[in-house]
């Protein structure tokens, strides 16, 4: 059994070696960036053979062109073929080519570029080599203003609570589902109820609703995202939180208007009674000592009946038709009460 197992190893090692695909030992290379990163992708000769005047032949999923060098010309130096995609963001490192060295690098790497790369030989024997390698680019979450992108979300006080201030986040047109919660101004997720969801035409609209109270800030955020495409958006609302209760603020309003008729009252009546009556009386007792100087000797200066007759009401009288509108003329200020 061991003399027939032997020869069939030793096929089985023959194949490995004698193979034309040469990368990681343990299949395709993988590099892995974020989203705007420089990506270098490996490929070097094991032979350490000088390729200055080798041709080397980078592609991406086996169709487009990312770089191509043959003999010191290549696609940035005037060789025409690249992709649009890679222009002007791929080189490779001329002073490895003499180490066997074909690498090349990707400058601000998009997502797009995430694929399956291959690095050929194709003049080398005896049927050239290959060298595969994967690109992995992890989304940068942005803003991004692209089709299906969540626009800001529209915030919304709606009032005061037993819990404190309910606030409203609504998110619309999104595809795909975006996920929304509310943080506060240090951005910790905040406690909420469950979103409601809905579907119009393949997008999707999301209400989510949350108590808070008072912070340091009292400024909140909410915030959309959708992890599929690497869009993240938000806005915050600030919250003027009550003394106390906000329920109370209309009562409080409505309570101070009216103290503050009550008091503009009482300063009327205090002025008419400090100020207007005593006024009155003073020009009704000077009117009476005038009568009883002027009046006839056997009168009794000290009678009453003078100071009857200077009442308002009997000046009225004597006034005749200078009281009833007919004399327009100055008035005498011992007239008026």
């Not at 080798?54 to 130096?77: M, R």
């Not at 309003?253 to 009155?280: D, F, N």
Request: aromatic share 10%; glycine share 10%.
């Amino acid at each position: 059994m061991f003399w027939t197992a032997a020869p069939l190893l030793v096929f089985i090692c023959l194949l490995v070696f004698t193979g034309t695909t040469y990368g990681h030992k343990h299949g395709p290379g993988v590099v892995r960036v974020v989203e705007g990163e420089d990506a270098i992708l490996p490929c070097s000769l094991s032979t350490k053979e000088d390729i200055v005047q080798k041709l080397f032949d980078w592609k991406k999923d086996g169709q487009k062109e990312v770089f191509l060098y043959d003999a010191g010309i290549h696609y940035n130096n005037g060789r025409p073929g690249q992709d649009e995609q890679f222009k002007g963001r791929v080189s490779h490192f001329q002073e490895e080519l003499k180490y066997g060295n074909a690498s090349i690098i990707i400058r601000n790497t998009k997502i797009e570029d995430r694929g399956n790369y291959t690095c050929a030989f194709p003049r080398l024997k005896p049927e050239g080599k290959i060298f595969n390698i994967e690109l992995i680019v992890e989304w940068t979450f942005k803003n991004r203003n692209i089709s299906g992108a969540a626009p800001p979300p529209y915030l919304k006080n709606l009032g005061a609570t037993e819990d404190g201030v309910l606030l409203q986040c609504v998110v619309r047109g999104a595809f795909p589902k975006p996920k929304v919660e509310w943080q506060d101004s240090d951005g910790n997720v905040l406690p909420a109820e469950e979103p409601h969801v809905s579907e119009r035409g393949g997008r999707y609209d999301v209400t989510l609703l949350t108590n808070v109270t008072k912070t340091k800030t009292n400024r909140f955020r909410c915030v959309a995202t959708q992890e599929n495409i690497g869009h993240v958006t938000d806005d915050d609302i600030y919250v003027p939180f009550c003394e106390s209760t906000c329920g109370d603020s209309a009562h409080k309003w409505i309570l101070g208007i009216a103290v503050g008729v009550v008091l503009t009252l009482v300063a009327v009546g205090l002025y008419l009674v400090l100020y207007g009556v005593p006024k009155c009386i003073t020009r009704r007792f000077k009117k009476g000592l005038l009568q009883q100087r002027n009046g006839p000797p056997q009168e009794n200066r000290f009678s009453a009946e003078p100071l009857k007759m200077s009442t308002c009401d009997a000046e009225n009288e004597r006034a005749g038709p200078q009281m009833n509108g007919s004399y327009n003329g100055p008035s005498d200020p011992l007239n008026e009460c």
